[in-house]
């Protein structure tokens, strides 16, 4: 079994800045792809980021320049750093975990950024 726990959410003006962590217990091998993804009111879950074992990212084009996706494989922790937040980046944000065939997801971390 695999639990993912997100936390770093929160309500931010346009222009700041916000770090999501999402901390992964149980069999959690370190060469698994890990990322986030987000979703918006009305809207369907889109990728953000997502970073593969070797440490390899891949970004949304949307978020590209902004946002920086990290792992600390010790920890088991992937890490999304969000900077020059606009109100359209306005989601929840959900931490995903990829072992073969399967997909395990976190609660998810409301983002909220004003204008």
């Known amino acids: 079994q695999v639990r993912l726990v997100e936390s770093g959410g929160g309500l931010v003006q346009a222009g700041g800045s916000l770090r999501l962590s999402c901390a992964a217990a149980?069999?959690?091998?370190?060469?698994?792809?890990m990322g986030w993804y987000r979703q918006a009111p009305g809207k369907q879950r889109e990728l953000v980021a997502t970073?593969?074992?070797?440490?390899?990212?891949n970004y949304a084009d949307s978020v590209k320049g902004r946002f920086t996706i990290s792992r600390d494989n010790a920890k088991n922790t992937v890490y999304l750093e969000m900077n020059t937040l606009k109100p359209e980046d306005t989601a929840v944000y959900y931490c995903?975990?990829?072992?073969?065939?399967?997909?395990?997801w976190g609660q998810g971390t409301q983002v909220t950024v004003s204008s």
């Open positions: 995903n975990y990829r072992s073969g065939a399967w997909d395990y």
């Open positions: 149980g069999s959690i091998y370190s060469r698994n792809a």
């Open positions: 970073i593969t074992g070797g440490g390899s990212t």
